[in-house]
């Protein structure tokens, strides 16, 4: 079964507007951390925004911010007022238990397929 | 630089040949991981380092690859006898021994193109 779904292989918004990118998961884990990454075109991955499975309200960054909806298993970016330069593929990805700090911190993520969001002026 | 750096930026090989691509983490950052993203797709786990050792080498698609670290900071991903499936943008990220939230710095990436 997939970890991570991104059902919306590309989006179109006009520029201003706000848009959602939708992100599901799926794990057993009662212990979990949900990113959103930028990709744009020069192939960089750019974090955005944070989610962890215990943080009692919904992370936000500036213009991101993340809809986390955990009996619904779901973790929507919203990016209000877009602009021309948020034009990029979109990564929604989870770390699965605690980042482990002292020895390395294992914190392998698992990334969804990416949506590509154009936005028109 | 301060960020992950990655090199060649770009390499293109025939196939049946061998390729190193290079990572030079964050200073500082103990764990370091590989990941390739295939043209249109997200990001495949390759293997994961914790200083020089690799615990986790689960995402190695076959015995014609392979990555070790020394120094518990650069990073070598080599692919032997590359084949034209393993065309694809190979990405290293790095994260630091404390961190709060997980989060994983990555570089540019190496374009891989196997004719």
Redo the contacts between chains.
Sequence with gaps: AQKITQTQPGMFVQEKEAVTLDCTYDTSDPSYGLFWYKQPSSGEMIFLIYQGSYDQQNATEGRYSLNFQKARKSANLVISASQLGDSAMYFCAMREGTPLSGTGGYNKLIFGAGTRLAVHP | GAGVSQSPSNKVTEKGKDVELRCDPISGH??L?W?RQSLG?????LI?F??NSA??KSGLPSDRFSAERTGGSVSTLTIQRTQQEDSA?Y?C?S???????????????S?LTVL
């Design positions: 103990t764990a991981y990941y797709q997200g990001l495949e786990f994961y914790q200083g615990p986790d943008v990405l990220a994260n630091p021994d404390r961190t709060n939230t997980g989060e994983l710095f990555f570089g540019e990436g374009r």
